[in-house]
């Protein structure tokens, strides 16, 4: 008999008891093989030069980190490459890895179709993921939402970016939100210098300093005391 434990790689090993959880095939396939992913540093260096659209969260000093590359035809709208690059398990490769390919599969999506896309329905393409790592759908998910936001920014279409529902707008021009600021301040920036560069917030609307800074230490007080 096969020693499962010692035949596949430790995060998709397969255990026999009852307490146990086990990943679909699909999620093996996509983590052994992922799709549209950039392997190397240079390779995602090119493609900073050429992508339309780049979108980055979490840190991996946090345990996850998330980098998805878009390209984008104007005529149609449609996202016609989709690639990333991940600092995580395999849930959120193999999770990454199918969006990438929804995302561009048929011809490309139209960003307002990618909008739509819900973490549920990545998971759903994997035929399910344990509970504990639904977590890992939702990295690409806001990954994809950021590299499309920031698409808007770089072609002129700040009226098309997203604001989180419920969201102060703090950076009039740029649509920066109180939730971009305590997400920066989670990933280790701890003043206004750090916050800007990881936001770009106050680059064009110098009015919004002050709250910024007040923002700053709110975060900085609720989450490190």
């Not at 659209?53 to 946090?62: F, K």
Request: net charge negative; aromatic share 8%; glycine share 6%.
């Amino acid at each position: 008999m096969i020693d499962v434990k010692a035949a596949v790689h430790p995060d998709v090993k397969a255990k026999v008891d009852a307490k146990s959880w086990f990943y679909t095939d699909e999620v093996r396939d996509h983590f052994f093989n992922p799709k549209n992913i950039l392997k190397t540093q240079k390779e995602a260096s090119d493609y900073d030069a050429v992508s339309d659209g780049v979108g980055e969260v979490g840190s991996p000093a946090c345990g996850d980190m998330m980098k998805i590359w878009i390209k984008v035809d104007s005529d149609s709208d449609k996202i016609k490459e989709c690639k990333w690059q991940t600092f995580g398990c395999a849930s959120a490769i193999a999770s990454t890895s199918i969006m990438s390919e929804m995302v561009i599969e048929n011809g490309g999506m139209t960003i307002t179709q990618a909008l739509e896309l819900k973490p549920h329905d990545i998971v759903e393409r994997l035929h399910g993921l344990p509970a504990r790592k639904f977590h890992c759908s939702v990295l690409g998910d806001k990954a994809l939402r950021a590299a499309i936001n920031n698409y808007f920014f770089k072609s002129d279409q700040k009226d098309r970016m997203i604001i989180s529902k419920g969201a102060e707008i703090v950076d009039k021009i740029l649509k920066i939100t109180d939730k971009d600021i305590e997400e920066a301040v989670l990933e280790g920036a701890h003043d206004f210098e750090a916050v800007q560069k990881k936001t770009k917030v106050g680059v064009q609307d110098k009015t919004c300093i002050p709250r910024v800074n007040e923002l700053i230490e709110f975060y900085k007080d609720k989450y490190y005391g």
